[in-house]
């Protein structure tokens, strides 16, 4: 049967969509305030923001971890919310480094890429090449939970790759990374970009969304308060880098 | 995207989750099979053999073979709740069911992934207790009726030790519906004792235990002796098994206590 739902052109041609989506927790919380959000797709974009500006909250809203109303949240024109076809188009690498303590580093990859659909063999072959690029192939063996804390991060990064999405979502990858390792990471990353991949990264590293970002947008109180490319941000708050636009944002 | 694809794509997710859960099982024997089993060989020690030659027969049947098939429904239960509740609690409190909760598998797959780690778990132990009391035992009387009950046996519990899995908060939570639930249920569910036997109200309590009447259809299919009708009682728990199975399933598609 050929896939006749419904699609919004418009909404298809971004890679991400957020249209009013707003997020109140159970103790009363405002996370979300009829937040809207367009990153078109193939772009590398930078989401900067203070603790509890609502980051995580929107991140898990797309990959479906956060309760959220439908029509909220498109990816690639798909409804994050009610459209199972949206997870297969998102890879997440969340802030905490969560992995499953009973598979070894090779395991978690072959089990992630399986229950996003993948065939056993495709699956080992995926694995094999990213626990090489993220030189993880002497540790594919080993138990996650007995993997050093940047090795962990490092292969959460891999998982969110393995089922090739089309718009990878990275929640302060590099934190507790080391340098050398941090750098081989923005190289990768880069080369995805080249290939094609929509890249949304949070991060507190501003030089970081600097040195990667194509456009860049900061959040504060669950709202975006600005978003453009560095120049438009430099020449709208004022300042000689991005860090300078930010805190200017943050402070009005 | 064609959608046969998609559907393709869930079937195999829902095999790896399955997968991984019996996994999970049959590499943590220890403490997933052998302790069922071997508590299920103690009561057939104490209560078989030690108490058999003081109390010969209950409703024409020797005391070891009335008694078996109560004592395989108790590991049957206590087995398939324990391993869904643990194995997605686990999951919960560290973090990682994330994985899963972010794939394109429907909430329905889910739960039966999770179901599937539970029956193999409660089959495999109770296949062992079995095998350990068949040299006893004078046979079977009705293989498919013994196979029907102990299937849906494992089908309800699983579904139920699903359900603690979401609902936990807490490790004490999580053994609470084991420990205060499960095991009240299945002592009292006629395993050691005919309720025929007994004085009211305690005839009447026992048959208002919904596990009595797994108990003695699976006494129907070992022994050929039964209190209620077979079909009814394999029946209304079977009802009861998709019931929860199904609540399983809405409280996954909401999220309840696994998305904030």
């Given at each position: 049967?050929?896939?006749?739902?419904?699609?919004d052109?418009?909404?298809?041609s971004?890679?991400?969509?957020?249209?009013?989506?707003s997020?109140?927790?159970?103790?009363?919380?405002?996370?979300?305030?009829?937040?809207?959000?367009?990153?078109?797709?193939?772009?590398?974009?930078?989401?900067?923001?203070?603790?509890?500006?609502?980051?995580?909250?929107?991140?898990?809203?797309?990959?479906?971890?956060?309760?959220?109303?439908?029509?909220?949240?498109?990816?690639?024109?798909?409804?994050?919310?009610?459209?199972?076809?949206?997870?297969?188009?998102?890879?997440?690498?969340?802030?905490?480094?969560?992995?499953?303590?009973?598979?070894?580093?090779?395991?978690?990859?072959?089990?992630?890429?399986?229950?996003?659909?993948?065939?056993?063999?495709?699956?080992?072959?995926?694995?094999?090449?990213l626990?090489?690029v993220?030189?993880?192939?002497?540790?594919?063996?080993?138990r996650?939970?007995?993997?050093?804390?940047?090795?962990?991060?490092?292969?959460?990064?891999?998982?969110?790759?393995?089922?090739?999405?089309?718009?990878?979502?990275?929640?302060?990858?590099?934190?507790?990374?080391?340098?050398?390792?941090?750098?081989?990471?923005?190289?990768?990353?880069?080369?995805?970009?080249?290939?094609?991949?929509?890249?949304?990264?949070?991060?507190?590293?501003?030089?970081?969304?600097?040195?990667?970002?194509?456009?860049?947008?900061?959040?504060?109180?669950?709202?975006?308060?600005?978003?453009?490319v560095?120049?438009?941000?430099?020449s709208?708050?004022?300042?000689e880098?991005l860090?300078?636009?930010?805190?200017?944002?943050?402070r009005? | 995207m064609?959608?046969a694809?998609?559907?393709?794509?869930?079937?195999?997710?829902?095999?790896?989750?399955?997968?991984?859960?019996?996994?999970?099982?049959?590499?943590?024997?220890?403490?997933?099979?052998?302790?069922?089993?071997?508590?299920?060989?103690?009561?057939?020690?104490?209560?078989?053999?030690?108490?058999?030659?003081?109390?010969?027969?209950?409703?024409?049947?020797?005391?070891?073979?009335?008694?078996?098939?109560?004592?395989?429904?108790?590991?049957?239960?206590?087995?398939?709740?324990?391993?869904?509740?643990?194995?997605?609690?686990q999951?919960?409190?560290?973090?990682?069911?994330?994985?899963?909760?972010?794939?394109?598998?429907?909430?329905?797959?889910?739960?039966a992934?999770?179901?599937?780690?539970?029956?193999?778990?409660?089959?495999?132990?109770?296949?062992?207790?079995?095998?350990?009391?068949?040299?006893f035992?004078?046979?079977?009387a009705?293989?498919?009726?013994?196979?029907?009950?102990?299937?849906?046996?494992?089908?309800?519990?699983?579904?139920?030790?699903?359900?603690?899995?979401?609902?936990?908060?807490?490790?004490?939570?999580?053994?609470?519906?084991?420990?205060?639930?499960?095991?009240?249920?299945?002592?009292?569910a006629?395993?050691?004792?005919?309720?025929?036997?007994?004085?009211?109200?305690?005839?009447?309590?026992?048959?208002?235990?919904?596990?009595?009447?797994?108990?003695?259809?699976?006494?129907?299919?070992?022994?050929?002796?039964?209190?209620?009708?077979?079909?009814?009682?394999?029946?209304?728990?079977?009802?009861?098994?998709?019931?929860?199975?199904?609540?399983?399933?809405?409280?996954?598609?909401?999220?309840?206590?696994?998305?904030?």
């Amino acid at each position: 049967m050929i896939d006749t739902a419904p699609r919004d052109l418009d909404r298809e041609s971004a890679a991400l969509v957020v249209d009013g989506l707003s997020k109140t927790y159970a103790d009363g919380t405002q996370a979300l305030d009829a937040l809207e959000l367009r990153i078109p797709a193939g772009c590398f974009f930078g989401l900067l923001g203070p603790n509890g500006a609502g980051k995580t909250t929107l991140i898990g809203a797309v990959a479906g971890l956060v309760r959220a109303a439908p029509r909220r949240v498109f990816v690639f024109g798909r409804d994050a919310v009610t459209d199972p076809r949206s997870r297969l188009l998102v890879g997440l690498a969340p802030q905490e480094v969560r992995l499953d303590r009973f598979l070894n580093a090779r395991d978690v990859l072959v089990y992630h890429g399986r229950y996003f659909g993948m065939g056993r063999l495709e699956a080992r072959r995926r694995a094999d090449e990213l626990l090489d690029v993220f030189d993880l192939a002497a540790k594919q063996n080993t138990r996650s939970n007995r993997l050093s804390g940047g090795m962990r991060r490092r292969l959460l990064i891999a998982r969110a790759l393995m089922h090739e999405p089309r718009l990878v979502v990275l929640d302060e990858p590099t934190a507790g990374v080391d340098t050398e390792q941090r750098h081989e990471l923005w190289r990768y990353l880069r080369r995805l970009h080249t290939e094609g991949l929509t890249v949304l990264l949070t991060t507190h590293y501003i030089e970081e969304a600097e040195s990667l970002c194509e456009r860049v947008a900061f959040i504060s109180r669950g709202r975006i308060a600005a978003e453009g490319v560095s120049a438009e941000l430099l020449s709208r708050f004022g300042g000689e880098r991005l860090e300078d636009a930010y805190l200017e944002v943050l402070r009005t | 995207m064609i959608e046969a694809d998609l559907r393709v794509m869930q079937r195999r997710g829902l095999v790896a989750l399955a997968a991984r859960e019996v996994r999970r099982v049959l590499s943590l024997w220890t403490q997933t099979i052998v302790p069922h089993v071997v508590t299920a060989l103690l009561f057939l020690a104490v209560f078989g053999a030690a108490l058999d030659s003081r109390r010969r027969e209950i409703e024409g049947l020797d005391y070891l073979s009335f008694m078996l098939p109560g004592l395989l429904v108790m590991t049957t239960v206590s087995a398939a709740v324990a391993n869904a509740s643990t194995s997605l609690y686990q999951a919960k409190s560290e973090g990682y069911i994330e994985d899963v909760l972010t794939s394109p598998l429907r909430s329905s797959q889910i739960v039966a992934g999770y179901a599937a780690g539970s029956v193999v778990r409660a089959w495999v132990s109770t296949a062992l207790v079995a095998l350990a009391a068949a040299p006893f035992t004078t046979g079977i009387a009705h293989p498919l009726g013994a196979v029907a009950a102990l299937v849906i046996a494992g089908f309800v519990f699983a579904s139920l030790g699903v359900i603690v899995g979401i609902a936990a908060e807490t490790y004490d939570q999580h053994a609470f519906v084991a420990n205060l639930l499960v095991t009240p249920l299945a002592l009292l569910a006629g395993v050691f004792y005919s309720a025929r036997a007994l004085s009211e109200p305690w005839e009447t309590l026992t048959r208002l235990d919904p596990l009595y009447y797994l108990v003695d259809a699976t006494r129907y299919g070992f022994t050929g002796h039964n209190d209620a009708p077979v079909l009814v009682s394999l029946s209304a728990s079977a009802a009861v098994g998709i019931a929860l199975f199904g609540l399983a399933v809405a409280l996954v598609a909401r999220g309840w206590r696994l998305k904030p």
